[in-house]
C-alpha cells in the first residue's frame, strides 16, 4: 500500500478555501 499519490494532493490548494489540504487539517 503506497500512500505517494496523497503528497502531491495535500500539497495543492485546497478547494474549500485560501490554504492547502495540509494547512486545513493542520489548524483543524
Do not use: C, K, V
Not at 5 to 10: K, L
Not at 12 to 27: H, I, M, R, V
Request: net charge negative; proline share 4%; hydrophobic share 45%.
Amino acid at each position: 500500500m503506497s500512500l505517494d499519490w496523497n503528497w502531491g494532493i495535500f500539497l495543492q490548494e485546497a478547494p474549500f478555501g485560501n490554504t492547502t489540504y495540509l494547512g486545513w487539517l493542520w489548524s483543524g
